[in-house]
């Protein structure tokens, strides 16, 4: 069968100002509106004099340049949430830890143990944040981590209340920074949960209002972590949660984040892991070294999962520069994890030099082609079925891609050299499945 592929990326640019680029149904009416409030959120005000105008542009160039020094590449780890979610545990952290050691995930590149909701006790009576019986010494955990080579990472809200219910940071701003620099943190997701309760009774039925509330609340903590870090010199990566809301790609760097999520929750199922994988189209340039689109932490090795569908998803998160954080119960991780998490050349992808986001170039039904430009002239291209049954005869479609002639090209995950090929190459891709290539 011949597949005959459409050009999807103008297309594909209507839906997304209409929501595409979140996909779950609940927030198209927020991003359509999230559409307006970012041309506000665009001009920053600074439409005064040239001089003010330069001063902003530097301004705008020393925060990204700062962004990109903390993350050069999309950040690359674990995080306790998609296994562990509220039961996660001091042991839980030390167990991760030393197996990021002995599989080779962390000589992979995954070096951040990111603790997610539920470490969080009670403020003491000066109002510094404790950690709950779940974890007893966060410095102490956090001098463990590190003397294994990786790094810790923790989560608040600027609500009063995280997503779980635990003690935010909602008027402690400052002080936990310094709580977290004292610990020796060195990321911090910050997820907005109920924060969006201060937004609507600050600004009932005014969402340009609301943006500026959460903007501002992000901004906050971002100064707060960049005093935190002029003290102890130990930098800490800013990742933003608050599910794509207002179009956060555009402002996000604006507000010190070194990364941000573009959707809602992911789970452990193929339909959902496609519909945020397919729903990031149009978002690649927004991203870059130091701001990276994040379309939510692995799910490879949770859940039921085929070996396809797990090489789907690893797949479209490193065409998508995505932030690579495992969330899978590392003590029961099969060699065939192992080897879909860490298989290099993906990595390689994902974390490449260039920095760039790849994108959907061509759709035609449940097959997709994405290509993401690599250092040294070379392309990734990801030849995606996201059917039901195995699809035959598919194409290259070089041309679309910019690309003449013929291609020396490699294909990823059978970890073979395939020559020269063109756009009379066919190929099968298994059902949920997907053939990944390198070409220069
Ligand atoms: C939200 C976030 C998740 C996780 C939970 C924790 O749902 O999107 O990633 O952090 O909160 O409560």
Redesign the pocket.
């Known amino acids: 069968m011949r597949v005959r592929l459409l050009m999807l990326k103008a297309g594909c640019l209507v839906l997304f100002a209409a929501g595409c680029a979140v996909g779950a149904g609940a927030q198209v009416s927020q991003n359509v509106q999230a559409v307006q409030l970012t041309q506000e959120a665009q001009a920053p005000g600074v439409v005064g004099t040239h001089g003010a105008r330069a001063k902003a542009a530097k301004e705008q160039a020393q925060r990204a340049a700062a962004l990109a020094k903390i993350a050069p590449a999309p950040p690359m780890g674990w995080?306790s949430?998609n296994f562990f979610?509220?039961k996660v545990t001091d042991k839980d952290i030390r167990d991760t830890a030393n197996l990021l050691v002995s599989s080779g995930m962390r000589d992979a590149g995954y070096v951040y143990v990111n603790i997610?909701?539920?470490w969080e006790g009670e403020r003491d009576a000066s109002g510094h944040i404790q950690s709950n019986s779940k974890f007893p010494d966060m410095k102490a955990l956090a001098e463990y981590v590190h003397s294994k080579g990786l790094k810790l990472g923790i989560?608040s809200s600027p609500g009063a209340k995280?997503?779980?219910r635990y003690e935010g940071s909602l008027g402690h701003e400052e002080q936990d920074a310094e709580t977290y620099a004292e610990w020796g943190i060195d990321y911090l997701?910050y997820?907005l949960?109920s924060y969006r309760t201060v937004m609507q009774q600050q600004a009932p039925n005014d969402p340009q209002a609301q943006n500026r509330l959460m903007r501002a609340a992000y901004e906050t903590m971002h100064q707060a972590l960049l005093k935190a870090t002029a003290k102890t010199g130990r930098p800490i990566v800013y990742s933003l949660?608050q599910?794509g809301w207002d179009s956060v790609w555009q402002w996000g760097p604006s507000v010190g984040a070194n990364l941000w999520?573009t959707t809602?929750?992911?789970s452990a199922n193929f339909d959902r892991i496609s519909e945020i994988g397919r729903g990031q189209a149009g978002l690649a340039k927004f991203a870059g070294p130091g701001h990276w689109n994040d379309p939510?932490?692995l799910e490879v090795g949770n859940g039921k999962l085929t070996h396809d569908e797990n090489v789907t998803h690893m797949t479209l998160w490193a065409m998508l520069a995505a932030p690579l954080i495992a969330g899978n119960n590392l003590t029961q991780m099969t060699p065939e994890i192992g080897a879909v998490l860490m298989n290099k050349e993906a990595i390689a992808i994902d974390q490449d030099a260039l920095g760039r986001q790849g994108d959907r170039i061509f759709a035609e039904g449940p097959v997709e082609i994405w290509a993401k430009p690599l250092t040294g002239g070379r392309t990734a291209i990801a030849i995606f079925n996201f059917g039901e049954s195995a699809m035959r005869g598919i194409g290259l479609h070089l041309k679309q891609m910019g690309l003449h002639g013929k291609v020396t090209a490699r294909d990823v995950w059978a970890g073979k050299d395939l020559g020269k090929i063109g756009d009379d190459w066919r190929t099968i891709v298994p059902r949920h499945g997907v053939v990944l290539l390198v070409v220069w």
Do not use: E
Request: aromatic content about 14%; hydrophobic content about 25%.
């Open positions: 995080n949430w979610a509220g997610d909701d539920t989560y995280t997503c779980a997701k997820d949960c949660c599910y999520r809602g929750d992911i939510d932490m």
